[in-house]
């Protein structure tokens, strides 16, 4: 179960944090992702990690200002987002699966386990 929260109205240039914690017992092979949803838009890939926390990689829109990172005592996944753009405006959803392997961390199919959503709005 994923329980993902930090979502809100900010401006351009601003930064938000989401975080999503996993329940459970993760283990460090566990993938985890974030994806997003913009209005009218497919759900497309952001960000994604083992929580072992060694294989990071992103989306190429997001790339040098979004960061994932994973906290394993408080099992929670974090995305750090710097410098917010109207374009990021979507509803942001955390997903979490045991059997992914490395070359399909970025496959929306890839993930069993979603959280519900939370709404990032950037205002210009």
């Known amino acids: 179960q994923l329980q993902a929260s930090g979502g809100g109205l900010v401006q351009a240039g601003d930064s938000l944090r989401l975080s999503c914690v996993v329940s459970?017992?993760?283990?460090?092979?566990?993938?985890v992702a974030w994806f997003r949803q913009a209005p009218g838009k497919g759900r497309e890939f952001v960000a994604a990690?083992?929580?072992?926390?060694?294989?990071?990689t992103y989306a190429e829109s997001v790339k040098g200002r979004f960061t994932i990172s994973i906290d394993n005592a408080k099992k929670t996944v974090y995305l750090q987002m710097n410098n917010l753009r109207p374009e990021d405006t979507a509803v942001y959803y955390c997903?979490?699966?045991?059997?992914?392997?490395?070359?399909?961390?970025?496959?929306?199919?890839?993930?069993?386990?979603w959280g519900q959503g939370t709404l990032v709005t950037v205002s210009s």
């Open positions: 990690n083992r929580f072992s926390g060694n294989y990071a």
């Open positions: 997903a979490a699966s045991a059997s992914v392997i490395l070359s399909n961390l970025r496959s929306r199919t890839a993930y069993s386990n």
């Open positions: 459970g017992r993760p283990s460090g092979r566990l993938a």
